[in-house]
């Protein structure tokens, strides 16, 4: 299930023996993934698996204590200035510069990039529309609401044109119409032959959107290919999931035996 | 006592408790605060007890009471999240008839340090006043009535305002209280220092009127009973009860609309939104990452509360030094410097400033050079405030102590520093960032606090080094007799300092750009 398969070229991302540890907790034990490009990519894994801290190595926001990490063949490590202007990232739990609205966080992070200031706004303004912000684009990104702060997250993400998207958690706490709005987004991008890597632990969702799948639990892979692949015999990928991670077959009938009983 | 009261004084115990538990450097800190306010009471009984007889006890009593009163009505604002159990939205899932919850968070709400010094202070003034046995009666339902007054204020003005409290206005606002607080004890240090002149007898018309507002009104009854006037007495005493229940019932009102009304976080995702246009302005500000990244620090000064309430301390404080000392005329033009040390603070932590958004810059420097520019664009927008104010502290300065000859010689002084402070801030923001949480009054997170010191002091020891030779230079000029020369001292001072300030950002730039995720991981805590 680990051979990829080649023909794409090079891989969006492959990493060897990635190692991290926070103090005597080890986070991430010894990963290594390799990503096929132009592939709508799931990481899924249980709370705490590592996802989290695999995404931060990868895109360069955290420095691993072992390993290699390279993205579209160059070390993110030693080749910043080529990998940084071909990915965009959308961390989980790192604030944005809320005091700016959402109209000035884009053109704040276009011109960050580097890119000319009427082409930034241009962009902006098509992004804000797409995702349904414009409404919004003038209020402080403090007071947006989850699903909105994802949205414009996902924009700025996505505004300097990315070879390879990295999304962790992008539908967490997002009410069904935002969802709805990122994916058609996301799906307009990978057909255009963009990779999308993207963390989560909703099954459902990972099962209709990816067509790539690594499971990730105590902070190794333990299964990575084709979701056909991973789902194997499995009836969906829920069930193969909880297999793989070890959670299958937890009985609780005989405890709380009054719940739902006589009141 | 019912069982409502009862569960909820319990409440109010076990969080106190539970607030107590886990953090050492906590209890250490409630102990601590618990012996001073106990010692500070106790003098403070012991004190008014001793003023017994004096003509000037009923005055004192009277307003020390008002004040605690403005106190206790203020604290809610300033300190919401300092107790849970102000907070009615949590009790809000629970059967609980608005009666019988008013009384028990009003008997919880009596215990606590504040009640406990409220309580002291006013069996202190008290026992200052009450001659006499109708006297001792009165100081009786005086005391009860006082402190009861006082915690149920507090509770209704916190009730009135949960919703500014808990949106987040209400918590930006909080953040800039502790400017208040500074401001108001410059208004008491003012006052005291009138009165230490004048003497208490200035004080007297105003216990008068104080004496007939609730809560000290109470304390103003025993005084009149103690001088026979039972009339004046009962009627203030009676105002104070009113008050009481004036103020119980309005809490009560405000509990029941609050807790069978929509919370705050859904009114604000309702609200409609604004389709006014942020205001661009002309772009004076240079194009590409330098012009970008000044933008972007300016309105952050003004639109984030912590940044806010940071530069508004450092330009009042930056005024106040110099201009105050030369009003009290024990001033020297040097204080103008002071100016620029203060707000020269502001390039320290840089990245601290950010909070964990500062990912958005990381993702986009992969370069020296890239780190470069964001420094260098920080410390421009920096200048576009320091570089007029600090002039202007200085001008103002030297016009109040006339002594306009020194002018060149202490402007060029303020440059050098303020250049070695952005050179040091620089580089401290690159080798030591630390974290601002952006909640509560803390500048520092927890285990951060070696840090934030070495930064910021090291930081300005520093400073105080590299500008060592211009001040050497000042000095060779003063005592070689060479006065005449100083006005070098503007062109030298100010090309030092912009030298300095290179030099720093040059320094500071490749070790931002190798430690990017060693920044972001320390500036995410909190």
């Known amino acids: 299930m680990t051979e990829v398969e080649t023909g794409a070229g090079t891989p969006a991302v492959r990493v060897q023996d990635l190692w991290k540890a926070f103090g005597p907790s080890v986070a991430v034990a010894g990963i290594d993934l390799t990503l096929p490009a132009g592939k709508f990519i799931g990481l899924v894994g249980p709370n705490g698996a590592g996802k989290t801290t695999t995404l931060s190595m990868v895109t360069g926001l955290l420095r691993p204590d072992r390993g290699t990490v390279e993205v579209v063949g160059r070390d993110v490590w030693r080749d910043p200035v080529e990998v940084k202007s071909r990915i965009g990232v959308l961390p989980e739990g790192l604030r944005l510069f809320e005091r700016l609205s959402g109209r000035e966080l884009l053109a704040y992070t276009g011109r960050l990039r580097g890119l000319p200031g009427d082409e930034v706004d241009k962009r902006a303004a098509q992004l804000l529309d797409v995702l349904d912000l414009a409404g919004a684009q003038h209020k402080l990104v403090v007071d947006y609401s989850t699903g909105m702060r994802k949205k414009i997250g996902l924009a700025a993400a996505l505004l300097h044109n990315p070879e390879v998207l990295f999304l962790d958690e992008p539908f967490e ?29 909703v099954m459902e969702l990972v099962e209709s959107l990816c067509d790539w799948v690594a499971v990730i639990a105590a902070g190794r892979i333990r299964a990575q290919g084709t979701l056909a692949d991973v789902r194997g015999d499995a009836p969906s990928l829920q069930q193969a999931f909880l297999e793989l991670v070890g959670a299958n077959g937890r009985d609780m009938a005989s405890d709380l035996d009054w719940l739902g009983g006589a009141r | 006592m019912t069982t409502t009261t009862a569960t909820l004084v319990r409440l109010k115990l076990s969080l106190l408790r539970n607030g107590l538990r886990g953090s050492k450097g906590r209890r250490a800190a409630y102990v601590t605060t618990l012996i001073v306010v106990l010692l500070v009471a106790a003098l403070q009984l012991l004190g008014l007890i001793a003023l017994r007889g004096n003509a000037h006890a009923a005055t004192l009593s009277v307003i020390l009471t008002a004040v605690l009163a403005l106190g206790w009505a203020v604290m809610p604002l300033f300190f919401p999240s300092g107790d849970e159990t102000l907070d009615p939205t949590r009790l809000v899932m629970l059967p609980l008839r608005p009666q019988p919850l008013v009384r028990g968070l009003l008997v919880a709400s009596l215990v606590g340090i504040g009640p406990l010094f409220t309580l002291c202070l006013a069996v202190g003034a008290v026992i200052s006043l009450a001659h006499g046995a109708a006297a001792c009666v009165t100081a009786v339902l005086a005391v009860a009535l006082a402190l009861l007054t006082c915690v149920a204020l507090a509770r209704a003005v916190a009730a009135a305002n949960i919703r500014l409290l808990t949106s987040r206005k209400g918590r930006d606002l909080a953040v800039l209280s502790g400017l208040v607080i500074a401001i108001g004890a410059q208004v008491v240090n003012f006052g005291a220092r009138t009165l230490g002149s004048s003497g208490f007898g200035a004080l007297d018309p105003a216990g008068d009127v104080l004496s007939w507002i609730p809560p000290a009104s109470a304390i103003g009854a025993v005084d009149a009973v103690s001088h026979g006037a039972y009339a004046a007495g009962t009627a203030r005493l009676a105002l104070c009860a009113a008050a009481l229940a004036a103020l119980l019932h309005t809490w009560q009102r405000t509990l029941t609309r609050l807790m069978t009304s929509p919370d705050g976080s859904t009114l604000q995702a309702a609200e409609p939104t604004r389709t006014k246009r942020t205001s661009r302005g002309p772009r004076l500000l240079p194009a590409g990452r330098t012009g970008t990244v000044m933008e972007r620090s300016l309105r952050y000064v003004w639109r984030d509360p912590k940044t806010k309430a940071a530069w508004v301390t450092s330009l009042a404080i930056g005024l106040i030094v110099p201009v105050f000392n030369a009003l009290q005329g024990t001033g020297s033009i040097y204080f103008a410097c002071f100016a620029a040390g203060m707000l020269g603070i502001q390039m320290y ?103 934030a010191w070495i930064s910021i002091f090291g930081g300005m020891v520093a400073a105080a080094l590299l500008c060592a030779p211009v001040i050497a230079f000042t000095i060779w000029l003063h005592v070689s007799d060479e006065s005449s020369a100083t006005w070098l001292l503007l062109p030298l001072g100010t090309t030092y300092g912009a030298a300095l300030t290179l030099a720093g950002l040059r320094l500071a730039a490749p070790r931002t750009a190798t430690r990017l995720p060693e920044i972001l991981t320390a500036v995410s805590k909190g």
């Open chain 2, 349 to 451: 932590n840089q990245f601290g400033q950010d909070t964990s958004a500062f990912w958005m810059v990381a993702m986009t420097i992969s370069s020296p050079r890239d780190a470069y520019v964001e420094l260098r664009g920080r410390a421009l927008a920096l200048l576009t405030i320091t570089l007029p104010y600090a002039t202007l502290v200085t001008v103002v300065t030297t016009a109040m102590l006339g002594d306009w000859r020194a002018l060149p010689e202490v402007l060029g002084l303020s440059f050098a520093l303020l250049g070695a402070m952005l050179a040091t801030g620089a580089w401290s923001s690159a080798r030591f960032p630390y974290s601002i949480p952006q909640e509560g009054y803390k500048n520092v997170a927890p285990g951060q606090a070696g840090l």
């Open chain 1, 173 to 201: 706490g997002v009410d069904p119409v935002s969802a709805q709005t990122i994916r058609g987004v996301l799906e307009r991008y990978t057909r255009s032959g963009a990779t999308v890597v993207f963390s989560s632990h």
